[in-house]
């Protein structure tokens, strides 16, 4: 869709599944299995899509998905149908690897970076050769020093060879990137990880990530066990909805398997509940 001078297209990596329960956390499965019901293995359909954005002239891909260096048992475990890849979703745009000019990975976690790299003849290399890679300097720290309690998140094959080549480019803070384009840290899930607002012409989009992963997560509440900071998530959670509610920013959505985007409005009790925007015929 347009959105004042720039152009933004869902980019999809396929789809996979994430147990339920680590998915709303606290939230008992009698209530999140009303919006998200789960298979035989307690898991939840969730898609991988990432967005692209074309704007001042370049080419600017959110997140890269899942990839295509997972084995079989990875995919069984999380019951990955890369269909269509993130390569043949941009292919349909007219875009191969070498036209994307900049990358910004919210977070380092494998389901949004899992396509920076590649296999090459043998090689890890990056998978978009002539763009630079946007983080948070504190995110590419932490998935370096990765603990007991996160390092399943994060693989390093999927940001090492991208520093070997020195195509990352590290931010402090929030950031505009270019013109009508900024990191803005958004955090909770991880210490550092950072959504993607999208400014033109008066009109703002505001790209999620894993702060509010599916519609069904925009109860304040409704808060993944995956997060880190679970009480931050809460209250970055709250600055967003109140500020895009306000000020009328379209939300764009990472994991929902139904809705892409849209716009939040409040019932009578000040609950936020979404109006859906189609932003891909």
């Given amino acids: ?90 292919k349909r745009l007219g875009l191969g690897p070498e036209d994307i000019h900049l990358v910004i990975n919210t977070h380092l976690h494998f389901d949004h970076a899992g396509g920076n790299t590649m296999q090459e003849n043998g090689s890890l290399v990056p ?12 995110e590419f720290e932490d998935a370096a020093r990765a603990n007991e309690r996160t390092k399943a998140s994060y693989r390093r094959d999927n940001f090492t060879p991208i520093a070997q080549v020195n195509q990352w480019e590290f931010v402090h803070g929030d950031t505009e990137l270019l013109p009508g384009i900024t990191a803005v840290v958004t955090a909770g899930h991880t210490r550092c990880h950072q959504s993607v607002k999208i400014e033109s012409e008066g009109r703002t989009a505001f790209f999620l990530g894993d702060l509010i992963p599916t519609v ?29 509610f306000e000020e009328q920013w379209l939300l764009l959505f990472e994991h929902d398997p139904l809705v892409q985007a849209g716009h939040v409005r409040k019932d009578q009790e000040g609950k936020y509940f979404l109006r859906e925007v189609a932003i891909w015929q």
């Fill in 127 to 138: 998978t978009f050769p002539n763009a630079k890679y946007f983080i948070q300097h504190g």
């Fill in 1 to 90: 869709m347009k959105l004042g001078a720039f152009e933004i297209y869902p980019v999809s990596d396929g789809r996979f599944r994430l147990d339920g329960g680590a998915m709303f956390g606290v939230v008992p499965k009698v209530l999140w299995e009303k919006c998200c019901p789960s298979d035989e293995s307690n898991r939840i359909s969730l898609s991988l899509t990432a967005l692209l954005i074309r704007a001042n002239g370049k080419n600017i891909l959110v997140d890269t998905g899942l990839g295509p260096k997972e084995d079989e048992k990875f995919h069984r475990l999380f019951a990955v149908e890369r269909t269509p890849t993130i390569l043949e979703s941009l």
């Fill in 216 to 244: 069904s997560h925009l109860p304040l509440p409704y808060i993944m066990g995956y997060d880190l900071l679970p009480i931050q998530t809460l209250e970055t959670k709250r600055w967003v909805l109140d500020r895009a």
